[in-house]
């Protein structure tokens, strides 16, 4: 959201959270202390550490120069192994003026940043598929040519 610091161990507060970079023998790790959510369809959750879970390593990096090359074996990954979650499922998300939103699948994620006292407000819905082209003109603003029909190699699971 804003340029940080890379400075070890200095929390900077960023309008979705307090995020800091930790060192540790060389390695660089960006973590992400949580706030409390308000979870509106707490059914709808399937994450067991949404309550749990109060600082998370993002990720991690090197001050080491890197070559393009380096990345490539990875995005080959990504992009064409069955256990991708970029192959096994459909992904559209926007980071809005003060929150995000995600459609994985058939699950719309929105996320409203320090909704009130400090807590985030989190919709989960898991759309029909007759919703999904309303869906992604409302709250993306994409428009298909062609229906768009959700890629999930298991229907109702969860990302």
């Not at 090359?69 to 998300?93: G, Y």
């Amino acid at each position: 959201w804003q340029p940080m610091e890379l400075i070890s161990g200095t929390d900077q507060p960023q309008t979705p959270g307090v995020f800091r970079f930790v060192e540790e023998s060389g390695v660089w790790y960006l973590e992400k202390v949580k706030r409390k959510q308000w979870v509106l369809n707490q059914g709808v959750s399937t994450s067991h550490n949404m309550e749990k879970e109060v600082c998370r390593r993002v990720y991690l990096f090197t001050l080491q120069p890197q070559d393009i090359e380096d990345f490539r074996a990875c995005n080959a990954h990504l992009q064409t192994a069955p256990d991708s979650l970029f192959v096994t499922k459909s992904i559209c998300s926007l980071q809005t003026a003060n929150g995000i939103r995600a459609l994985v699948g058939w699950k719309l994620t929105e996320i409203e940043y320090n909704f009130k006292d400090n807590m985030d407000l989190v919709d989960i819905r898991i759309l029909a598929d007759e919703e999904i082209d309303k869906i992604l003109k409302e709250k993306f603003n994409i428009t298909l040519d062609k229906k768009f029909v959700p890629i999930n190699t298991t229907r109702f699971s969860l990302f």
